[in-house]
Each structure stands twice: as C-alpha cells, then as structure tokens.
C-alpha cells in the first residue's frame, strides 16, 4: 500500500506580515538616525555647527554678501550670485580692500588693515 504524503498548507496573515515589515523599517531608520547623531557628538570639530572653525586663512569667507564686518567657514558660504551691492566703502568692514577674512586661533575672523 502506498501512502500519499500530505502537503502541509502554510496559511499567512498578511496583516500580520506588513505590520512585521512595517516595523522593521521604522527600527532600521531609527537606528541609522542614532548612529548618524552619535558619529556628530563624538567628533564635533567636524560639523559646521560652529560656523567660524578653521585650520587656515583659506577656510574663512566674508559672511555677509555686501559691507562683510565678519567671515564664516567657507563651507556654509551664502549664495551672493544674484546679490546687488552699493559700490560705497563702509568703514570697518572689508570693502574696498579695507581687510579680508583670516583664520586666528582656529576661528575665521575678519583682519582689517
């Protein structure tokens, strides 16, 4: 006599199964959010969150498109392509060639001449 073998049926609860993808998604997201936040806080001089860090002169950009009275790294530089500016000299800034931005103890600064 032969025996068929039965074929056991695996029924899924595809409401089940979205909620188990659905969750694994929101875990990796999270996690990968908290790893990114963890790299920032371990290594700080690395984020531009102090926006006058530097190591040379040639880090350090005029922070103000027009009449610039202090610099800024030069990587949160602003767009000034469509900026107009007076073609006036204001006294202590760094138009006309009255100074230029520099890095002083790590720090861009603007050195008036």
Excluded: Y
Aim: aromatic share 2%; charged share 20%; hydrophobic share 30%.
């Amino acid at each position: 006599m032969v025996k068929k073998r039965q074929r056991a049926r695996v029924t899924q609860n595809g409401g089940a199964l979205l909620f188990v993808i659905v969750l694994l998604i929101i875990l990796t997201i999270l996690i990968a959010s908290l790893m990114k936040l963890q790299k920032k806080e371990n290594n700080p001089g690395n984020t531009l969150n102090d926006s006058t860090r530097c190591n040379v002169g040639s880090d350090c950009v005029p922070k103000e498109c027009c009449h610039a009275t202090s610099c800024v790294n030069k990587e949160i530089k602003q767009d000034c392509g469509r900026t107009f500016c007076t073609q006036e000299c204001k006294q202590g800034t760094i138009d006309c060639g009255q100074g230029s931005c520099g890095c002083i103890n790590n720090k861009c600064a603007i050195v008036l001449k």
